[in-house]
């Protein structure tokens, strides 16, 4: 299949990430797909995550149109727009998880990097989602740019086409329609906890980033903050004299080098620290971070320790990815872990507590407490989503709990059935 296009991540001078879709044939940006990130996406403050991900979408539908021979401006300036059989091929398209290469460039060439993800069959319904989402959108934006009309025949034809595309996305559950058990159990915290011990005959990594490792592991199971957050933390942000941690949002940062730079989602906030914590932290500043080469020019927490052009700079996303993918391949308990799973365990954990306090504290309350120290904003509704393992959890211990009452009083019909 034709790679004639390809994504190009950059810092510009203000120290904002911005993306744009390349022609590589001629390294020259596309216009339209470029003008549909500008204008539909950065304009209206879409974070820089969300546009290269669009921006790999547009690649692909760029890579469709290519491969079946369809000038989309064309089409659409003779007024015949995507028949029912081309948004099946197009949705059949969309399953398919392609070679992509997504070329990240800064000003200086010595960070470039290049990600190439080998195909395999299809992608999950997820990602589909996503894909048709974005090419609904363009596809729309696009006609409409270019027929410039009101013809309100002209715009539900358009808008059909649009909602054809939508309709072949794959269902979709809500959010709090996935009940799926999403924290660590017990038996894996037991596990993870003996894997990262410093100097464990089990623990995968290298000396010299056990500590970084196991700090970074402890920080994410105590207070339950996000990946983007751990990664986001600088020294400046400890008070150690408080044992307090200080969640930042540092959205496009000029004295952040990494282009997929990685920030907090969610709501500024303080987080106190347990004594232990505190000096696991000060610990793996004073006596490790510090002897590693250039870690001096910056004040990120978390380092890259690899000798070469990265050393000493802020540990990036796919080093965080790595040292989970690293654990997982040990330990069979731990073959599905990932970070984001100790927000979930924290948020169970948090229930636990709750549940167990002599003096009970109000559904309402433990929402405000809860939505507090995870950031989220009161009355969103997102505490419910992690705290569905806790109440399957309690509605089995309860239907248990009755059915063993009721054991008590079979009725003398179902005594009757089991002979």
């Known amino acids: 299949m034709d790679k004639n296009f390809s994504v190009n991540a950059f810092v510009i001078d203000s120290g904002e990430?911005?993306?744009?879709?390349?022609?590589?044939?001629?390294?020259?940006?596309?216009?339209?797909?470029?003008?549909?990130?500008?204008?539909?996406?950065?304009?209206?403050?879409?974070?820089?995550?969300?546009?290269?991900?669009?921006?790999?979408?547009?690649?692909?539908?760029?890579?469709?149109?290519?491969?079946?021979?369809?000038?989309?401006?064309?089409?659409?300036?003779?007024?015949?727009?995507?028949?029912?059989?081309?948004?099946?091929d197009l949705r059949d398209f969309s399953q398919r998880r392609q070679e992509k290469r997504l070329l990240m460039v800064l000003p200086d060439p010595c960070h470039a990097q290049e990600n190439i993800l080998k195909s395999t069959e299809t992608v999950n319904n997820g990602t589909q989602y996503s894909r048709l989402t974005t090419f609904a959108s363009y596809l729309h934006w696009f006609a409409m740019h270019i027929l410039n009309t009101t013809n309100q025949d002209i715009v539900d034809k358009i808008n059909y086409m649009t909602e054809q595309i939508k309709e072949r996305r794959p269902a979709k559950k809500g959010r709090n329609g996935n009940i799926q058990d999403k924290s660590l159990s017990n038996?894996?915290?037991?596990?993870?906890?003996?894997?990262?011990?410093?100097?464990?005959?089990?623990?995968?990594?290298?000396?010299?980033?056990?500590?970084?490792?196991?700090?970074?592991?402890?920080?994410?199971?105590?207070?339950?903050?996000?990946?983007?957050?751990?990664?986001?933390?600088?020294?400046?942000?400890?008070?150690?004299?408080?044992?307090?941690?200080?969640?930042?949002?540092?959205?496009?940062?000029?004295?952040?080098?990494?282009?997929?730079?990685?920030?907090?989602?969610?709501?500024?906030?303080?987080?106190?620290?347990?004594?232990?914590?505190?000096?696991?932290?000060?610990?793996?500043?004073?006596?490790?971070?510090?002897?590693?080469?250039?870690?001096?020019?910056?004040?990120?927490?978390?380092?890259?320790?690899?000798?070469?052009?990265?050393?000493?700079?802020?540990?990036?996303?796919?080093?965080?990815?790595?040292?989970?993918?690293?654990?997982r391949a040990v330990s069979p308990q731990l073959y599905d872990m990932t970070g984001h799973m100790f927000r979930h365990t924290w948020n169970r954990k948090f229930s636990e507590k709750m549940d167990t306090l002599d003096e009970q504290i109000s559904e309402e309350r433990q929402e405000k407490i809860r939505s507090f120290l995870m950031g989220w904003k009161e009355g969103s509704g997102t505490s419910t989503i992690y705290n569905k393992r806790f109440i399957r959890q309690k509605g089995f211990e309860a239907a248990l709990a009755l059915q063993g009452i009721n054991d008590i009083h079979i009725p003398s019909v179902l005594k009757n059935d089991d002979k």
């Open 17 to 88: 990430r911005y993306c744009l879709v390349v022609d590589r044939s001629s390294n020259l940006p596309e216009y339209y797909t470029n003008l549909f990130l500008t204008t539909q996406m950065r304009n209206r403050g879409d974070a820089f995550a969300t546009m290269v991900a669009a921006a790999g979408n547009l690649v692909l539908l760029l890579h469709f149109l290519k491969c079946r021979n369809i000038c989309l401006e064309q089409r659409f300036l003779n007024l015949e727009f995507l028949k029912a059989n081309e948004l099946d």
């Open 187 to 327: 038996e894996q915290l037991d596990a993870l906890f003996e894997i990262i011990r410093l100097g464990s005959i089990l623990n995968p990594f290298n000396i010299d980033v056990q500590r970084r490792n196991r700090l970074m592991i402890l920080l994410l199971y105590y207070l339950g903050i996000r990946g983007g957050e751990l990664l986001n933390i600088r020294i400046r942000d400890i008070d150690f004299g408080a044992n307090r941690l200080k969640i930042v949002r540092r959205a496009d940062e000029l004295g952040d080098p990494r282009i997929n730079e990685p920030n907090a989602k969610t709501r500024e906030r303080i987080l106190p620290m347990s004594d232990s914590l505190a000096k696991e932290l000060h610990d793996y500043i004073t006596q490790d971070r510090r002897k590693v080469r250039y870690a001096a020019k910056n004040d990120f927490l978390f380092i890259t320790y690899k000798n070469g052009p990265t050393l000493g700079q802020p540990l990036s996303k796919v080093g965080y990815y790595k040292v989970f993918a690293i654990i």
